[in-house]
C-alpha cells in the first residue's frame, strides 16, 4: 500500500539516505548532511519542502521542491529539485504518485506550473515524462555558477 506524506523534522535521516543513494544513481557527488536538511527544510524558515512515499511502510522515494518566482509568468512556480523511487520500489506509480502529490500543491498555490531538469542519459524518466505530457525546454540551457567561479564573481560585487 502506497502512502504519501509531508516530511517531518523526524525523517531527515532517512532523506539523507534516499539522497545519497539519488546522487549515487546519477552518478553524481553530494554533501547533503542531516545538519543542513534539518536546518533549511525544517528550521524557522524552510527554504524547501518534502513528500515522501512509503510502501507499506517502508521509505520508498521521496519529492522535493521549493518555490520560484517568474517574472514573465508574473507568479510563483515550483521547482522540483529532486524526485527518486528507489529501485525496488519502481513500477508501482511511485512516481506519478510523487509527481502528482507536488502538482496539487502547485494547483492550490495558484503557481502557474512545475519545473525540474532530468540527465539527458536518463531515457526512463524522460520517457516518464514525455507520457505525462511534460514541456521540454530544449532552447534553454542550465547554467551554474559556483565553487571558484562564484567566489570570483561574488568578489566583484560592490
Known amino acids: 500500500m502506497l502512502s504519501i506524506r509531508p516530511a517531518h523534522a523526524s525523517d531527515v535521516p532517512t532523506l539523507k539516505t534516499l539522497i545519497h543513494e539519488f546522487a549515487e544513481f546519477e552518478r553524481l557527488p553530494v554533501a547533503a548532511s542531516e545538519a543542513g536538511l534539518l536546518r533549511d527544510g525544517f528550521g524557522e524558515f524552510p527554504k524547501f519542502r518534502v513528500v515522501m512515499a512509503e510502501w507499506e511502510g517502508q521509505a520508498a522515494g521521496y519529492a522535493l521542491f521549493f518555490d520560484y518566482y517568474s517574472s514573465f509568468e508574473g507568479r510563483a512556480g515550483?521547482?522540483?529539485?529532486?524526485?527518486?523511487?528507489?529501485?525496488?520500489?519502481?513500477?508501482?506509480?511511485?512516481?506519478?504518485?510523487?509527481?502528482?502529490?507536488?502538482?496539487?500543491?502547485?494547483?492550490?498555490?495558484?503557481?502557474?506550473?512545475?519545473?525540474?531538469?532530468?540527465?539527458?542519459?536518463?531515457?526512463?524518466?524522460?520517457?516518464?515524462?514525455?507520457?505525462?505530457?511534460?514541456?521540454?525546454?530544449?532552447?534553454?540551457?542550465?547554467?551554474?555558477?559556483?565553487?571558484?567561479?562564484l567566489e570570483h564573481v561574488a568578489g566583484g560585487a560592490r
Do not use: H, M
Not at 528507489?86 to 498555490?109: F, H, N, P, T
Open 78 to 149: 515550483l521547482f522540483l529539485e529532486d524526485i527518486y523511487v528507489r529501485d525496488q520500489y519502481r513500477g508501482k506509480g511511485i512516481g506519478k504518485a510523487l509527481l502528482a502529490r507536488v502538482a496539487s500543491v502547485a494547483r492550490e498555490q495558484n503557481c502557474f506550473g512545475v519545473r525540474w531538469q532530468v540527465l539527458d542519459w536518463n531515457t526512463p524518466a524522460i520517457q516518464f515524462y514525455k507520457d505525462l505530457g511534460a514541456t521540454f525546454l530544449d532552447d534553454w540551457k542550465t547554467v551554474s555558477l559556483d565553487g571558484d567561479a
